[in-house]
């Protein structure tokens, strides 16, 4: 039998979001499922998950829960939220006993958590600046992971002086003073990338989505 002790966090698990028959509305992601339950987490080694193009790196570990009728519907189509931070479930050991623990091995989905740590290691810090009619310009510092393009890219009018900026939607939301959304293309929002001002063009805010929420902005900056 697990120690009331040893479980001291409250997690929620996820399920999959119905599909809706609204035409226009776009099916939400991961909403909850059931209630809260106590369990134990324990750190493991450190993941590596594919996103887009970028390998982030995501934590692993193994959460364990009493046995009951509701954890015992629980499945690896569910996720579970610990601390803030959602994982996949990819595998369930049942107990031979029903008086017993359930322990999940769990590893963290691709989030603005785990996007953090990356922008964290590879990222650079640019200014997003707004220029306006009424008033001094609006800028925002911003974190974000830039590149160039391979020559298989350079299609469509893009050129090797333009460089990919894949940037922190989070950074950009951050309080105080977020930047105004939406980015605009083609001459009013530029950013000033290692000390070069750049035009912002082929704004991507739909690709880099988790479960629907926006992790990343994928722009084309040009010189």
Known sequence: MVQAGLLNRRVNFRQR??????????????????S???A??????????????????????????RDSSFTRSLTREHRVVVDDEEFEITSIAFPGRPDGAISMAVVGVASRASFARE?????????????TSTGPA?????????????????????????????ISAEDLEREPNPFPLPLRRGGSDKAVVRGQLM????????????????????VRAKG
């Open 138 to 166: 609006i800028e925002k510092t911003v974190r974000a992971i830039i590149s160039g393009y391979t020559p298989d890219e350079l299609v469509g009018g893009i050129t090797q002086v333009d460089r990919k900026l894949t």
């Open 40 to 65: 134990a987490y324990e750190d493991g080694r450190p993941a590596t998950i594919p996103f887009f193009d970028l390998n982030l790196t995501a934590k692993s570990g193994t959460v364990t829960v």
């Open 199 to 218: 035009t912002l063009e082929d704004i991507d805010d739909s690709s880099m989505r988790m479960a629907g929420q926006l992790i990343a902005y994928r």
């Open 36 to 38: 809260q339950e106590w």
């Open 119 to 131: 922008v964290e290691q590879r990222g650079e810090e640019i200014t997003i600046r707004r220029v």
């Open 17 to 34: 979001a119905p599909m809706t028959n609204t035409p226009g509305v776009l099916r939400v992601g991961y909403v909850n499922y059931g």
